[in-house]
Every structure is written in structure tokens, then in C-alpha cells.
């Protein structure tokens, strides 16, 4: 049985003092409930620290929007997944399609950004989806099979992999996949796996879902059974909104 798990992406969002105040928010509200699915944080790089103070033996990951692929040298601007394990991460992000929209990363890119991750040891959470011209040229399942086998080429164990299916067209428009939309996707991506790692492997797999998640429709997509849980942008802004959608997936 796959447990959920819901990540909140904060983007580039919130100050350190900000962080801290939505990161304690939340770990106060889910101490009263008690989250029955796993989640994450991610802010932005300089509020890790912070972030991680406070959720600290709350069994919240930390976790960062972005990594570089080596280990250090000069790449001005960039990040190791060194420096996000000493600052507290447990989770790194990996092809979010603003990255690949806005800084150019390829897939041949991503595919370091997974390898390093992983033989750092941290998990990873493999973005992939498709564009609204995409999905209106019917080629969904092409563009989405080929990112998660370029973004795991190579990679013999995917145990510490998540993938997380996000639609562009829906992220941060409001427009959500209908359930039925996103199941067909998942289900999809678990066959691709299944092909590439085999029958458990696949079906150990967590398979989230992205793009306008929200309290009111939550519950619905986490209910189909290729859902295992949310990468929330937008709504885990809010420490109720959020904790609202991991108590979904609880559910
Ligand atoms: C995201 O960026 O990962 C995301 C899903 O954003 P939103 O929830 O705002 O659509």
C-alpha cells in the first residue's frame, strides 16, 4: 500500500521571516491533527535553514525546489545537493516545468539533476507533464513518457523516486485536470515504470499530482487509485489551505 504524500512548493515565495511564519502554521496545525500521509516544505533556498529549525521532530521533510548537478565548482547561482542535505533537506525537486519553461532545462539536464540527487542519497520528485498545445495535439502520453524515461534514464532503483504529474496548463491557472484526466496520466506513467522496472516497482511507485490543487478539489483527485498525493504551489501559501489538502489525502 502506497502511502500519500503531499509537498508544498512555495516557489519564490516568501521572505525567511515569512517562512518561518507559514512553516510554524503548519506544523502546529497538523501537530493537533497528526498528518496520516507523508509531507514536505519547499521554500526557497535562503529560508532552508530557517525552515528546517522549525520542522525539526515534526516528521515534515524538508525539501528544495532545485539542485545543480555537480558537486561543487564555479556555477555561479547554482546549489549542490550537498549543501541542501547539510541544510536539512531530505527531498529535492527535479524538472518542474518552470524550470524547464523559463531556464532551459532539457531532459538530458534533469536526468543529471535525478542521478545526483540519488547517489547523494536524498529523494527525488520528478516533474513531468504536458503543454495545452501538447494536450491538444493529442500527444499527452508521448510527451509524458518520454520525460519520465529520459528523467530515469540510467537510474537502476527508483525506490526513492516520486513522480509528479503536472499538467502545464493547469499549474497556477486555476484550471484543474478533471480526476479522470489525471488518473488516465498516472495510470499511464505506471505502465511506462512497469515496462522499465517492473510489476512491484511500479506499483511501490508514488505518482502525484500538480497543477491547481486545491481544498474543494482535493479529496476527489486523491480518491482515484493512480493518485498518491499533490505537489501544491498556489494553496500551500496558506497554512490552512494546505493543511486542509494533506488532511485529503488522509482521508
Ligand atoms: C506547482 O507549481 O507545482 C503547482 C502545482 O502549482 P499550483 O498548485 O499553483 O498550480
Given at each position: 500500500?502506497?502511502?500519500?504524500?503531499?509537498v508544498?512548493?512555495?516557489?519564490?515565495?516568501?521572505?525567511?521571516?515569512?517562512?518561518?511564519?507559514l512553516?510554524?502554521?503548519?506544523?502546529?496545525?497538523?501537530?493537533?491533527?497528526?498528518?496520516?500521509?507523508?509531507v514536505?516544505?519547499a521554500?526557497?533556498?535562503?529560508?532552508?535553514?530557517?525552515?528546517?529549525?522549525?520542522?525539526?521532530?515534526?516528521?515534515?521533510h524538508?525539501?528544495?525546489?532545485?539542485?545543480?548537478?555537480?558537486?561543487?565548482?564555479?556555477?555561479?547561482?547554482?546549489?549542490?545537493?550537498r549543501?541542501?542535505?547539510?541544510?536539512?533537506?531530505?527531498?529535492?525537486?527535479?524538472?518542474?516545468?518552470e524550470?524547464?519553461?523559463?531556464?532551459?532545462?532539457?531532459?538530458?539536464?534533469?536526468?543529471?539533476?535525478?542521478?545526483?540527487?540519488?547517489?547523494?542519497?536524498?529523494?527525488?520528485?520528478?516533474?513531468?507533464?504536458?503543454?495545452?498545445?501538447?494536450?491538444?495535439?493529442g500527444?499527452?502520453?508521448?510527451?509524458?513518457?518520454?520525460?519520465?524515461?529520459?528523467?530515469?534514464?540510467?537510474?537502476?532503483?527508483?525506490?526513492?523516486?516520486?513522480?509528479?504529474y503536472?499538467?502545464?496548463?493547469?499549474?497556477?491557472?486555476?484550471?484543474?485536470?478533471?480526476?479522470?484526466?489525471?488518473?488516465?496520466?498516472?495510470?499511464?506513467?505506471?505502465?511506462?515504470?512497469?515496462?522499465?522496472?517492473?510489476?512491484?516497482?511500479?506499483?511501490?511507485?508514488?505518482?502525484?499530482?500538480?497543477?491547481?490543487?486545491?481544498?474543494?478539489?482535493?479529496?476527489?483527485l486523491?480518491?482515484?487509485?493512480?493518485?498518491?498525493?499533490?505537489?501544491?504551489?498556489?494553496?500551500?501559501?496558506?497554512?490552512?489551505?494546505?493543511?486542509?489538502?494533506?488532511?485529503?489525502?488522509?482521508?
Amino acid at each position: 500500500m502506497r502511502r500519500k504524500i503531499v509537498v508544498g512548493n512555495w516557489k519564490m515565495n516568501n521572505t525567511i521571516a515569512e517562512a518561518i511564519e507559514l512553516s510554524s502554521a503548519i506544523a502546529e496545525e497538523l501537530r493537533d491533527g497528526g498528518a496520516s500521509c507523508e509531507v514536505g516544505i519547499a521554500p526557497a533556498f535562503p529560508a532552508l535553514s530557517g525552515v528546517h529549525g522549525v520542522l525539526e521532530g515534526t516528521g515534515i521533510h524538508l525539501a528544495a525546489q532545485n539542485c545543480h548537478y555537480e558537486n561543487d565548482g564555479a556555477y555561479t547561482g547554482e546549489v549542490s545537493v550537498r549543501m541542501l542535505e547539510e541544510a536539512g533537506c531530505s527531498y529535492v525537486i527535479a524538472g518542474h516545468s518552470e524550470r524547464r519553461q523559463y531556464f532551459g532545462e532539457t531532459s538530458a539536464i534533469v536526468n543529471l539533476k535525478v542521478k545526483k540527487v540519488l547517489s547523494e542519497g536524498l529523494r527525488v520528485i520528478l516533474c513531468v507533464g504536458e503543454t495545452l498545445e501538447e494536450r491538444e495535439q493529442g500527444i499527452t502520453g508521448e510527451v509524458v513518457t518520454g520525460q519520465v524515461k529520459d528523467g530515469l534514464e540510467g537510474i537502476a532503483d527508483i525506490a526513492d523516486v516520486v513522480i509528479a504529474y503536472e499538467p502545464v496548463w493547469a499549474i497556477g491557472t486555476g484550471k484543474t485536470a478533471t480526476s479522470q484526466q489525471a488518473q488516465d496520466v498516472h495510470a499511464s506513467i505506471r505502465e511506462t515504470v512497469a515496462a522499465l522496472y517492473g510489476q512491484q516497482a511500479a506499483s511501490d511507485l508514488r505518482i502525484q499530482y500538480g497543477g491547481s490543487v486545491k481544498p474543494s478539489n482535493a479529496e476527489e483527485l486523491f480518491a482515484m487509485p493512480d493518485i498518491d498525493g499533490g505537489l501544491i504551489g498556489g494553496a500551500s501559501l496558506k497554512a490552512e489551505d494546505f493543511v486542509a489538502i494533506v488532511n485529503a489525502a488522509g482521508r
